[in-house]
């Protein structure tokens, strides 16, 4: 899944996943993310006892401007894992996708996502066995808003995806971001991830809170934050720390 992303803090205004890269500019993202789980959600939404398991992953999110209104965006990693019953260790998903901004003026933007994804070795759904899950197809509607409170920039962005998976079921998604800068080179964030997937018979769901704080070193930034699933059903209740390097080039 794409979540949205906000760019390396320079003094020009950050921008938001709905916002286009510059033409002929490239934003790199390097991500890890250790989650674990021993207490999972279940059909009723209440908290319970599962078996232990642990997943971690880094991957590398690239997007590059191809003109004022597309954006090539592109992921890859490695991921790894263990649970009671499987380890498994090897390739994460591959992303490739294209944003067209539809509408932009001095404030907001309105964009249109359509990409694909090859499933790795690991957890390509958090209900799912290790290495479930073949090509899936997405397409995502993305907003974007600057403001200001109390004199301080402040971003939101909301993001709706359904996505046809291959191998499992099919999904919606509701991420939304929302920024404020404290100072001029430090952003603090705090995004939600919500879904469902589409089982006959069987109701998953889940909702991921994250906050975290990304501070500017020029055209560098690190972001350090914290992952939970705050509620779902049919899902296990992951967590676990976001570490994070952005570059601009």
Known sequence: M?????????????????????????????????????????????????????????????????????????????????????????????ELGLRWTARRDDRSALSLYLGAAEGGVGRNAGYAAPGQGSVDLEARVLYGRASSWRGRPVYLDVQVARLRRGGLADETRFDTTLGIRPTRKVLVLAQTYAGRAHRPGVDTGW???????????????????????????????????????????
């Open 2 to 94: 794409v979540a949205a992303a906000f760019s390396c803090l320079v003094a020009s205004v950050a921008k938001a996943g709905a916002w286009p890269v510059a033409p002929g500019k490239t934003q790199v993202i390097g991500k890890y993310e250790p989650q674990s789980a021993d207490q999972g959600f279940d059909p009723d939404g209440v908290l319970v006892d599962i078996d232990g398991r642990r997943d971690e992953s880094f991957s590398l999110l690239v997007e590059h401007g191809l003109s004022r209104s597309l954006t090539l965006q592109a992921k890859a990693g490695v991921t790894r894992g263990h649970d009671r019953w499987v380890s498994y260790s090897g390739r994460g998903p591959v």
């Open 207 to 249: 909702l991921k809170s994250e906050i975290s704080v990304v501070r500017a070193f020029g055209d560098w930034s690190a972001q350090l934050g914290w992952r939970d699933t705050i509620a779902g059903r049919e899902t296990a209740r992951d967590r676990g720390v976001v570490l994070a390097i952005w570059r601009n080039l």
